[in-house]
C-alpha cells in the first residue's frame, strides 16, 4: 500500500508517476491548446421554445401551442380547461407529453412507433372525457423537467390574464400584489439566489417575498394561488438547476487530458473492452454501436475496427466531443454523409453527437429498432460513484433494440477485510528513525469518517472475500442502484493458520465487470480491479473502522466475561451490513456500514453506524 492513503478526489486530481497533480498542468494545456479543436459541423445550440413533438423552435408560447393544435393535433388550452388543470398540473402535463415523445409513444394512447415521423403521423385528438380523475401525468415526479432548460417552463403564463383581472390591478412580471393595494416587491433577485440545497426551498421562498396577506380578501386568496404556483415551479426548476451545475462540472472535469491519458494507459481497464469488441465478430461484424460517454472515442474506434456497420458516440462535454471528433476524422473513421460508399461498406461510420445521452434523440434520428449495441465504460470508484449508469440504463430503454448487447453486461461489488498494513499506521511508526506515531493515530481517525481511495496490496487482506452486491445490466432498474447487503467475514484460510488474534482494521470494496458469454460468445471477458489482481486507476475503496476488530479461528475458547471483538473474546466472524445509495447531491454516494462481531461461543457485539459520502 502508498504510505498515505488519499482521501478520495475528483478524478482529475489524481497524481502522476512523478507526484505532480494532473489538474493544474491540464489547465495550462487547455487554455494554450484548446483553440485548436473545433467540432466538424456541430451545429450551435438553436434558441427559442421547442416543440413538444418536433424539432420546430418558436418564438412565443402561444405561437408553439397553435403549432401543436395544428400540426399534431394537440389543444393544450383545451386539455387544461377541460380537466380544469392548474398551474402545476400544467408543468406535469408538458413533462409527461415530452417524455412519451421521447420514447417515440402517443401521448393520449400509449401506441410505440420506431420513429417520430410515424408517431407525429398517428397523433389524433385526445378523449379528454376519458382523462377525467385518472391522468398518467399525476406523479410529483413529472414536476421534475424532462427536457434540461427547458424555456417552456419558465415562460408558460396561460393563466396570467385572467388573474391579472381578476385581482382588479395590474400585477407585472416580479411583481406580487400584498393583498392591500400595495406591491411586496419584486420577487426576481430571491428566487435566482435560491441555489444549494433545494431542502428548505419553502422557508427561503417565503422570506424572498413579503406577503401581508389580509384573510379573507379576494386578492389575499388570489395571491396565495399564485404565490403556491410559482414555489411549485420553482422547486422543480431549482431541482434542475442544481442537477445541471453538478453536470456541467462533471462533463467540465473530463475536459482534461489528464484524466483521459491515466484511463487509456489503464490497460486492464482498455485492453478488456478492446478484447470485448474486437473478439467477438459474430456480435460487432454489421451492428449498430451506441457509445455513452465516448470520451476520446477509444471504445468507438475499437467497435469501427471490429467492423461495425454504424458508431454514434455520445458525451456530455463539448471538448471531448470536438476532440472525438478530430480522432475519428483522422484515423479515417469519421461518418461524412457526402462521401460515397461502395457496395455498402465504408469505413468512415463514427459520427460524434455533443449531448447528454437521455437528449438523444433530441440531436439525431434514432435507428428505427434502435441499436444493436450499447457500450460504456461508465464504472467509477465503488462502482457507483459518479452515477453515470443511470444514464446507461436510460440509453438501454430508449435507445437499445430488444434484445440487444449492452456491454459490459454484469458488474459485482466484492469485499474483505484488512489488517494493520492497509492502515498509514506502520509508515508513521517510523519515519527516518522517528516516532510519528501520534500522526498516524489521527489520520487513522480521519479515515474512519472519509473513505479513501488507494491500492491494497492483497498481503494486507486478512479475511475472506465475499460477494455484496451483483447488478445484471441488461435488466437493472435505476432503483436497483440503492441497496443494502452484507459481507460475512471470516479470516482467511492463511491468516487462520496463524495461532493468535488477528486485527481488522475495516472494509475494502472493489467491482467486476463482465463481457459475459451471453452477448460475447466468441471471447467473454472479465475486468476486474481486485487487489489480487494487475493494479488499475480505480484502485479500491478503503472503509476503516473507528476501532479495530480482534480476528480468529473457530476452534480458538473465547473469554465469556470480555467484550467480543477484543484479544481477550476475538470474533470468529464479522458481519458488515451495507447501504449504497445515491445522495441528494447529484452523482454522489452515501455509504453507511454496521458492523457486528460474532465469537466462538455465539455471543455478538455492535458497534454505531458509520456513514460515508462519497
Known amino acids: ?123 389524433h385528438v385526445p378523449e379528454v372525457s376519458q382523462l377525467e380523475g385518472k391522468v398518467p401525468w399525476a406523479e410529483d415526479s413529472y414536476l421534475r423537467p424532462f427536457m434540461e432548460d427547458d424555456s417552456l417552463l419558465h415562460s408558460l403564463s396561460i393563466f396570467d390574464d385572467d388573474e391579472e383581472e381578476d385581482c382588479g390591478m395590474p400585477v407585472e412580471r416580479g411583481e406580487c400584489s400584498a393583498g392591500n393595494g400595495k406591491l411586496a416587491g419584486p420577487q426576481g433577485n430571491g428566487l435566482n439566489t435560491i441555489n444549494g440545497d433545494c431542502s428548505d426551498i419553502g422557508a427561503r421562498f417565503q422570506k424572498a417575498v413579503t406577503i401581508e396577506s389580509t384573510g379573507g380578501d379576494k386578492n389575499g386568496s388570489l395571491l396565495e394561488e399564485q404565490t403556491d404556483r410559482q414555489l411549485k415551479i420553482t422547486r422543480a426548476s431549482v431541482t434542475a438547476k442544481e442537477i445541471k451545475s453538478v453536470d456541467d462540472n462533471y462533463f467540465g472535469s473530463y475536459s482534461s487530458f489528464g484524466i483521459h491519458r491515466e484511463m487509456l494507459g489503464d490497460k486492464v481497464r482498455t485492453d478488456a473492452y478492446r478484447d470485448a469488441l474486437l473478439g467477438n465478430p459474430s456480435l460487432m461484424n454489421g451492428a449498430t454501436v451506441l457509445d455513452v460517454g465516448c470520451g476520446t472515442g477509444i471504445l468507438s474506434l475499437f467497435a469501427a475496427k471490429a467492423g461495425a456497420s454504424k458508431v454514434v458516440a455520445v458525451d456530455g462535454s463539448a471538448k471531448m466531443s470536438s476532440v472525438a471528433t478530430q480522432v475519428a476524422k483522422i484515423n479515417g473513421l469519421l461518418y461524412d454523409e457526402n462521401t460515397e460508399v461502395e457496395q455498402n461498406r465504408s469505413p468512415h461510420v463514427i459520427s460524434v453527437v455533443h449531448t447528454k445521452a437521455e437528449e438523444l434523440n433530441h440531436k439525431i434520428q434514432i435507428p428505427p429498432n434502435g441499436f444493436d449495441v450499447l457500450v460504456s465504460e461508465w464504472m467509477g470508484y465503488c462502482l457507483l460513484y459518479e452515477s453515470m449508469l443511470s444514464s446507461v440504463i436510460y440509453a438501454r430503454d430508449h ?67 465475499a460477494v455484496l452486491h451483483s447488478f445484471d445490466l441488461a435488466s437493472m432498474n435505476e432503483s436497483d442502484m440503492d441497496f443494502t ?107 453507511s456500514i454496521e458492523t457486528t462481531g460474532i465469537s466462538s461461543d455465539g455471543r455478538k457485539r455492535s458497534w454505531p453506524a458509520q456513514i460515508f459520502n462519497l
Open 399 to 465: 435507445f437499445l433494440k430488444p434484445g440487444g448487447a449492452i456491454l459490459p453486461d454484469t458488474a459485482t461489488i466484492l469485499g474483505a477485510g484488512f489488517g494493520r498494513g492497509g492502515t498509514s499506521l506502520p509508515f508513521w511508526e517510523n519515519v527516518y528513525g522517528f516516532d510519528m506515531s501520534c500522526i498516524g493515530k489521527e489520520v487513522t481517525g480521519s479515515s474512519a469518517r472519509f473513505p479513501l481511495v488507494d491500492i491494497l496490496p492483497s498481503q494486507d487482506i486478512v479475511t475472506d472475500t
Open 485 to 591: 447487503s452484507s459481507l460475512e467475514l471470516g479470516l482467511s484460510g492463511s491468516d487462520a493458520a496463524v495461532p493468535g488474534v488477528t486485527w481488522c482494521y475495516g472494509i475494502v470494496l472493489w467491482f467486476d465487470t463482465g463481457f459475459t458469454d451471453r452477448f460475447c460468445k466468441d471471447k467473454p471477458v472479465v475486468l476486474s480491479t481486485s487487489p489480487f489482481s494487475t493494479p488499475t486507476h480505480w484502485s479500491q475503496t478503503i472503509f476503516t473502522f473507528e476501532e479495530p476488530i480482534a480476528m480468529t479461528h473457530e476452534e480458538s475458547v473465547a473469554d465469556s466475561s470480555a467484550s467480543v471483538g477484543t484479544a481477550e473474546c476475538p470474533a470468529v466472524t464479522v458481519r458488515s451490513r451495507i447501504s449504497i445509495v445515491r445522495a441528494s447531491e447529484h452523482r454522489s454516494i452515501d455509504i
Open 1 to 123: 500500500m502508498a504510505t498515505e492513503a488519499r482521501e478520495l478526489p475528483p478524478k482529475q486530481e489524481l497524481l502522476r508517476d512523478d507526484g505532480e497533480c494532473y489538474e493544474e498542468d491540464e489547465e495550462e494545456e487547455g487554455e494554450e491548446g484548446w483553440d485548436d479543436w473545433e467540432s466538424d459541423g456541430e451545429d450551435a445550440a438553436a434558441g427559442g421554445l421547442l416543440c413538444l413533438f418536433c424539432s420546430s423552435r418558436f418564438d412565443s408560447e402561444s405561437s408553439l401551442f397553435s403549432h401543436c393544435g395544428s400540426e399534431h393535433r394537440f389543444d393544450f388550452q383545451k386539455v387544461v380547461r377541460e380537466l380544469g388543470l392548474d398551474f402545476y398540473g400544467c408543468i406535469k402535463l408538458i413533462n409527461f407529453v415530452r417524455s412519451k415523445v421521447a420514447a417515440n409513444k402517443c401521448w393520449s394512447c400509449g401506441q410505440a412507433f420506431p420513429g417520430n415521423n410515424e408517431l407525429c403521423s398517428h397523433l
